[in-house]
């Protein structure tokens, strides 16, 4: 009776395991040493779909459907294990019955018997669907959402591949950056759908005359980027930009009316030109901002004699680092709104600078000499110290409790002991932690190890303030980080926002993303919001807040409180965005800068 129990008990445990199998998508072999023969389990043939009867079994074989360089990996697997007598695991493709590649897991350790190695044992997972999804994050990851083309992340990656294989090899490439001219004319007169009708067309342009051997990647905004590689130093590259602008120069047909484009295009020699994907940004850079000086519609190559130009940057520099001390900086402050209760949740924090010479000088034009200089450093602790101050100021005046988020830049989080800085700070100026978020764009991932990211977000969530992934879809994602860091916040991007009332794609692309946070436990913010439809879709989509020109443009501190009371006011009397927006357009007008 305690056999025939014991094994009904194995018959049960060994059903089970097969269950488990089935269901996990999971098959065992074993690999014998003497005769050089694999024995699969059911569920391994299952997920393989191949007949027990008619499969050659031998590991030549076996070996022959994995993809030739995982057949090599899987080799190496085995005879590591077989040396060390130790456990190994490989992620591998193989060729089923019906003709497609699987992605597998396989794990494989010594089989012993008496003490002697006499083959192999492990197991195999199908992580298909896995991997496909992963796939699909990592084209989200590295495609610009409007054109279809690589993104700004994407971009530096194959840029410090090109110029790392022109430096290896002895070959010639080049990079071009294409800035379309009088963009913004085209956004302000037809409306931002036609804006982005007219970027879709040159990306479709650039595609058709470059071919594809060209990588081309929108960069942001009108800004695009191409790889060439090159045979010969002398090959007429003047000549090849010409032709874009050529193709890009003209009238077009937009849905909206017509507008007129033309193109500048700046080019770099590489690895000439650029050694390192900084240096060869720079001196493009430096090519185009020449060409537009020189009258726009033109295409020129670097010249070491550009650089002058950077002395001017420099000089901008120079009064930027006066700044910190001579209060000139600013911090102007744009509200997010909780699109449940119509309540100002918070502020974000922007830092504005009124030059003592030349006026207020746009973000865009001193933020990169902040970071090319390295005080952005130094800005971003002075705008973390002067918000963290200003709401202290603001709840001793009995302003409600709102929520105040401040940029980081990877090189303040990166370069200095910034748990200890915003300690101290939250200290010095004693401004509740709870009531600070600090947002961190996807570019913090890139060349770095999850490993400190996570030791230091770990540091800051202790301190009780608040995380916010922004920018999120612009750059380097990955569900992965989402999962395993202690982010409170999601912030999508703009350009997922932008034409979101008439673009079903962008709608499904991010009701998926508001999904997934939500399921992460995540709050989601939604930035660039400026039309009262793209609020109507936000909210159908279950959003949580909204920030944007939509409802109010960045204002200063003392206008801040005021603008947060008209909002809830008008969403206190149930008025919509739209007559919101009419009633407050001094709030809602777009500034110069950005």
């Not at 059911?42 to 008619?54: I, Q, S, W």
């Not at 401004?431 to 600070?436: E, G, I, N, T, W």
Request: aromatic share 6%; hydrophobic share 45%.
């Amino acid at each position: 009776t305690a056999l025939r129990q014991a094994e009904q008990l194995l018959l049960q445990r060994t059903a089970a395991l097969a269950e488990a199998h089935r269901l996990g998508r999971m098959g065992s072999w074993f690999y014998r040493l003497g005769d050089e023969q694999v024995v699969w389990s059911e569920e391994l043939f299952a997920l393989a779909g191949y007949d027990p009867a008619t499969f050659d079994m031998s590991h030549a074989n076996v070996l022959a459907h994995f993809e030739p360089d995982d057949a090599v990996r899987l080799v190496e697997m085995q005879r590591q294990v077989l040396k060390t007598g130790g456990m190994a695991t490989a992620d591998l493709r193989f060729r089923c019955a019906d003709g497609g590649v699987s992605d597998f897991i396989v794990n494989c350790k010594a089989e012993l018997r008496d003490g002697k190695i006499i083959g192999l044992v492990g197991t195999v997972q199908d992580i298909s669907e896995r991997k496909q999804a992963q796939r699909q994050l990592e084209h989200l990851a590295f495609t610009d959402p409007l054109t279809g083309l690589a993104n700004r992340a994407l971009f530096k990656r194959s840029l410090n591949e090109t110029i790392g294989r022109a430096l290896l090899e002895d070959t010639f490439a080049a990079l071009l950056l294409i800035d379309l001219d009088h963009f913004k004319e085209v956004n302000d007169s037809l409306g931002h759908a036609a804006g982005d009708e007219l970027l879709c067309r040159v990306a479709a342009v650039l595609r058709r005359e470059l071919g594809p051997s060209a990588f081309i990647a929108r960069l942001g905004g009108d800004e695009f980027a191409v790889l060439l590689e090159r045979t010969s130093i002398n090959d007429d590259l003047t000549a090849i930009a010409d032709g874009l602008v050529d193709a890009i120069t003209g009238p077009i047909d937009l849905a909206n009316g017509e507008a007129f484009v033309s193109a500048t295009v700046g080019i770099a020699n590489l690895p000439e030109d650029g050694s390192s994907a900084e240096q060869a940004m720079r001196n493009a850079d430096l090519a185009l901002y020449m060409a537009k000086e020189a009258g726009r519609s033109r295409t020129l190559v670097f010249e070491p004699a550009y650089a002058q130009a950077v002395e001017l940057r420099h000089d901008l520099a120079r009064h930027l680092r006066h700044a910190v001390q001579d209060g000139s900086l600013q911090a102007h402050y744009q509200p997010q709104v909780d699109l449940r209760t119509g309540q100002v949740a918070g502020f974000e924090s922007l830092l504005r600078w009124n030059h003592p010479e030349r006026g207020p000088v746009p973000p865009s034009e001193f933020i990169p000499v902040a970071e090319s200089s390295g005080l952005i450093v130094d800005l971003g602790l002075w705008i973390l110290r002067e918000s963290c101050r200003q709401g202290r100021a603001w709840l001793d005046a009995g302003y409600p409790t709102r929520t105040i988020a401040v940029n980081v830049s990877p090189a303040q989080f990166w370069n200095m002991d910034f748990e200890t800085a915003v300690s101290a700070v939250l200290t010095e100026t004693g401004f509740p932690p709870a009531l600070l978020c600090l947002e961190l764009t996807e570019n913090l991932f890139v060349d770095q190890s999850e490993h400190r990211i996570s030791r230091t977000l770990s540091a800051l969530s202790a301190l009780g303030v608040r995380l916010a992934l922004d920018d999120f879809g612009s750059g380097y994602s990955s569900l992965g980080y989402l999962t395993r860091l202690p982010f409170d916040r999601l912030k999508v991007d703009r350009s997922f926002v932008d034409g979101i009332a008439t673009r079903p794609d962008k709608r499904k692309l991010l009701g998926g993303i508001i999904a997934l946070s939500r399921g992460l436990g995540m709050t989601v913010i939604a930035e660039g919001a400026e039309r009262p439809a793209e609020v109507d879709v936000l909210t159908e989509l279950g959003c949580d807040i909204v920030q944007g020109y939509v409802f109010s443009r960045p204002v200063t501190p003392d206008m801040a409180p005021v603008v947060a009371a008209s909002i809830e006011r008008e969403a206190l009397r149930g008025h919509t965005v739209r007559s919101m927006m009419e009633e407050r357009a001094v709030f809602a007008a777009a500034p110069v800068g950005v």
